[in-house]
């Protein structure tokens, strides 16, 4: 079965910190923009599904979603969001993707070559990596919530294809066409979930040189902050050390 790098668990700890700031609204506006331009009604799109499921899960109001949906599909104004996939190779050579919408292809790619070659990495070219990777639908629920015999029972009865213990939380891993699926049985059984989304998964995962810990955790903070990122995935699998300390 797929790797899954402890990034993805530290990722969802800092995107409660996001939330916050308001950070995590903006991304998943960006998501719903774009998602609404191949429908906007979510029981159509599945995308977008998935994206006003995300955006209520953090308490999104129902108007911002609203508008956000109109502007995907035209009936409102805003500048024209496009999705853009950067791939590349972080210091000690464990990959990394980012997704990214934006208003301005030429800054985006500029600004992550330098975060890329600062950092002692390098960007890519399209689908260096990528076969690195797998789409799959990813349910971070909070260790404490239930107990690995009840996941299994649940998730595995739904269409999900693997449950993976992290320690403070587990992961429930499924083709994309089953996410809905899995999601809504989850929901049934009243294991609530930290976050629920198809994104990318590493095929297999890997360490670097500890002399290179450190500066891949910070590019991986640095690319993930950045204001036209939506997505970062890697197949770095940080030790528990690197883990407390970014903790």
Same mark, same amino acid.
């Given at each position: 079965?797929?790797? *899954?790098?402890?990034? *993805?668990?530290?990722? *969802?700890?800092?995107?409660?910190? +996001? ?5 995590? @609204?903006?991304?998943? /506006? ?10 906007? +009604? ?7 599904? $998935? ?17 956000? /949906?109109?502007?995907? $599909? ?6 024209? /969001? ?9 210091? #000690?050579?464990?990959? /990394? ?18 975060? @890329? ?6 960007? #890519? ?21 239930? $107990?690995? +015999? ?11 294809? %693997?449950?993976?213990?992290? #320690? ?56 993930? %902050? ?12 940080? +030790? ?8």
């Amino acid at each position: 079965m797929s790797g *899954h790098s402890k990034w *993805h668990t530290i990722k *969802h700890k800092k995107a409660a910190i +996001d939330a916050k700031r308001g950070k995590v @609204f903006t991304r998943l /506006i960006k998501e719903i923009v774009i998602a609404a331009r191949s429908g906007g +009604d979510p029981e159509m799109n599945p995308r977008l599904r $998935t994206a006003v499921t995300a955006a209520k899960a953090v308490s999104m109001p129902s108007d911002n979603i609203k508008r956000a /949906i109109m502007r995907g $599909t035209g009936e409102l104004e805003g500048a024209t /969001i496009e999705e853009v996939t950067y791939e590349g190779y972080g210091p #000690g050579g464990a990959a /990394i993707i980012v997704e990214c919408a934006t208003d301005n292809r030429v800054r985006t790619v500029s600004e992550m070559r330098h975060m @890329f070659s600062k950092a002692g990495g390098n960007l #890519g070219e399209p689908n260096s990596v990528a076969w690195m990777f797998e789409r799959k639908s990813s349910v971070v629920i909070e260790g404490d919530k239930t $107990t690995e +015999d009840q996941l299994m029972e649940v998730a595995l009865e739904a269409g999900a294809d %693997d449950v993976q213990n992290h #320690g403070e939380t587990w992961v429930v891993l499924s083709a994309p066409e089953a996410h809905d699926a899995v999601v809504a049985a989850l929901a049934q059984a009243k294991i609530s979930t930290l976050s629920a989304e198809v994104g990318l998964v590493a095929k297999n995962t890997m360490a670097v040189e500890a002399k290179h810990a450190s500066g891949m955790m910070r590019l991986l903070e640095q690319l993930e %902050d950045h204001d036209d990122t939506q997505n970062v995935y890697t197949n770095y699998e940080p +030790d528990e050390s690197t883990v407390e300390a970014m903790a």
